[in-house]
């Protein structure tokens, strides 16, 4: 990605984002091609000016080894325990424009809204990965008509 989008807090998220008190969906874009595993109890332990360099950090590869060697040490120290490691995502649906994912799909036909292959693929990385990461277990999925919305995606 270039630019400012690895960075970006969508409007579906404002409810939230002056404090940072979640983690932005940018954030857990990065925390996903790192391969850190990081709770909502880690993000509490960490200063509000580390959530922001966090939110900031660049997105190269060489960057995101980084962020997993600087998260797994910091989170050592944090009460709740260390981060955990996973395997980095590379090849996960969102990070290209063909087929949309089955369980974007329907979520998506839950909510009477038709998302197109071909308006799928226009869509940046961040705004594909926001979709799927909505239609999951355990996220509120008040937050995906929201972001369908926003990414002018409702039909």
Same mark, same amino acid.
């Given at each position: 990605?270039?630019?400012? =989008? ?12 002056? $404090? ?11 925390? $996903? ?17 580390? /959530?922001? $360099? !966090?939110? %900031? ?8 080894? =980084? ?6 040490? =910091?989170? %050592?120290? @944090? +009460? *709740?325990? +260390?981060? /955990?490691?996973?395997? +980095?995502? #590379? ?18 036909? *839950? ?7 071909? /308006?799928?693929? *226009? !869509? ?11 239609? #999951? ?7 995906? +008509? /929201?972001? @369908? ?7």
């Amino acid at each position: 990605m270039s630019g400012d =989008r690895h960075r970006r807090i969508f409007a579906f998220e404002a409810d939230f984002s002056g $404090d940072l008190r979640c983690i932005p969906m940018a954030v857990r874009r990065k925390l $996903d091609l790192a391969g850190v595993k990081l709770k909502l109890a880690h993000w509490h332990g960490l200063s509000e000016a580390e /959530r922001r $360099d !966090l939110l %900031a950090w660049p997105d190269s590869t060489e960057e995101l080894e =980084r962020l997993h060697r600087w998260l797994l040490a =910091r989170s %050592a120290d @944090l +009460p *709740q325990g +260390p981060a /955990r490691a996973i395997d +980095p995502l #590379h090849t996960a649906a969102w990070l290209r424009g063909g087929a949309i994912p089955d369980i974007l799909l329907e979520s998506c036909r *839950q909510l009477g809204v038709t998302l197109r292959a071909e /308006r799928w693929s *226009q !869509l940046d990385e961040l705004e594909r990965f926001a979709l799927v990461k909505l239609c #999951h277990p355990g996220h509120e999925h008040r937050n995906l +008509p /929201r972001a @369908l919305e926003e990414f002018d995606l409702k039909s």
